[in-house]
């Protein structure tokens, strides 16, 4: 296998023997002078073949320890759930992490409730989001609410094969760009839907939208800092709200007030990198 790219230390764009382009995991197979033969392969951990150009962007702007970090809990959910795992979940779940640290520092008000409801349905994904959560303390030093347990085990969750996704993947597109057509209209902006904070606004849009089909939204008690922001970011409440009503009249369950402030703080991340 040929190292052709650096994109840190431990990961790397490689060509196989057939040359196809990949993205290998493993450590230190960055850091030898490029391009060389990576004779070795017991190195690498884990490779992805055919990533959206997003995924390349997200390996640049996360930081290098966290990309690891959310290797390691990948390949230990990989071994203790039996359903295969969206290859994507790497990325996705590194994307989290980071946002939630930055969350943490920025939105220090922000409450977030552990769900006994995720822990009794499901038990084998929360003991896994669990040990993310110590690993990430422990490597990082940083002190996680324990509600990310929830998040992360949300992740394991929907980062399982499903049929049922797949069926309703058309209806939830549809829905998607309606949204992007309601936030550029709300702001007069054009989104580019080739960007990678499109496409990250995306993946957050798709929990946000499977939270509300499975009845499992945000309800954490944070109405002070909601109302804060409502005033401060009015004409982002404005969009969320007319997104939260989009949403209702297509599935029939109204947003809370935590998952509009979420979606508050998605909408304000993608306007600042769009304009």
């Given at each position: 296998m040929?190292?052709?790219?650096?994109i840190?230390?431990?990961?790397?764009?490689?060509?196989?023997?057939?040359?196809?382009?990949?993205?290998a995991?493993?450590?230190?197979?960055?850091?030898?002078?490029?391009?060389?033969?990576?004779?070795?392969?017991?190195?690498?951990?884990?490779?992805?073949?055919?990533?959206?150009?997003?995924?390349?962007?997200?390996l640049?702007?996360i930081?290098?320890?966290?990309?690891?970090?959310?290797?390691?809990?990948?390949?230990t959910?990989?071994?203790?759930?039996?359903?295969?795992?969206?290859?994507?979940?790497?990325?996705?779940?590194?994307?989290?992490?980071?946002?939630?640290?930055?969350?943490?520092?920025?939105?220090?008000?922000?409450?977030l409730?552990?769900?006994?409801?995720?822990?009794?349905?499901?038990?084998k994904?929360?003991?896994?989001?669990?040990?993310?959560?110590?690993?990430?303390?422990?490597?990082?030093?940083?002190?996680?609410?324990?509600?990310e347990?929830?998040?992360?085990?949300?992740?394991?969750?929907n980062?399982?094969?499903?049929?049922?996704?797949?069926?309703?993947?058309?209806?939830?597109?549809?829905?998607?760009?309606?949204?992007?057509?309601?936030?550029?209209?709300?702001?007069?902006?054009?989104?580019?839907k080739?960007?990678?904070?499109?496409?990250?606004?995306?993946?957050h849009?798709?929990?946000?939208?499977?939270?509300?089909?499975d009845?499992?939204?945000?309800?954490d008690?944070?109405?002070?800092?909601?109302?804060?922001?409502?005033?401060?970011m009015?004409?982002?409440?404005?969009?969320?709200?007319?997104?939260?009503?989009?949403?209702?009249?297509?599935?029939?369950?109204?947003s809370?007030d935590?998952?509009?402030?979420?979606?508050?703080?998605?909408?304000?991340?993608?306007?600042?990198?769009?304009?």
């Amino acid at each position: 296998m040929d190292v052709i790219k650096k994109i840190n230390n431990n990961v790397a764009v490689c060509r196989d023997a057939n040359g196809k382009e990949l993205v290998a995991f493993g450590k230190g197979i960055g850091f030898p002078k490029l391009p060389y033969e990576l004779t070795d392969l017991s190195q690498i951990t884990m490779t992805f073949y055919q990533l959206n150009n997003h995924y390349y962007q997200l390996l640049a702007e996360i930081p290098q320890h966290i990309l690891d970090i959310s290797a390691e809990i990948v390949k230990t959910a990989q071994i203790q759930l039996n359903n295969n795992l969206n290859p994507n979940m790497v990325f996705n779940l590194a994307d989290h992490i980071h946002f939630a640290i930055t969350r943490m520092q920025k939105y220090k008000d922000m409450k977030l409730v552990f769900s006994y409801d995720i822990e009794q349905l499901y038990p084998k994904e929360t003991e896994l989001a669990k040990y993310a959560v110590k690993l990430i303390q422990k490597t990082m030093h940083v002190t996680l609410p324990e509600a990310e347990i929830t998040n992360i085990a949300m992740h394991f969750v929907n980062g399982q094969a499903e049929i049922e996704q797949a069926e309703n993947a058309p209806n939830i597109d549809r829905l998607i760009d309606s949204v992007a057509n309601l936030i550029e209209d709300a702001f007069a902006v054009k989104l580019d839907k080739t960007e990678f904070s499109y496409n990250r606004f995306v993946m957050h849009l798709r929990y946000y939208i499977k939270r509300i089909q499975d009845e499992e939204q945000f309800m954490d008690s944070n109405e002070n800092l909601f109302h804060t922001m409502k005033e401060s970011m009015s004409k982002v409440y404005e969009c969320a709200a007319t997104i939260a009503k989009l949403i209702y009249r297509e599935l029939g369950i109204e947003s809370t007030d935590d998952e509009l402030m979420y979606l508050m703080i998605h909408i304000n991340r993608i306007i600042k990198n769009t304009q």
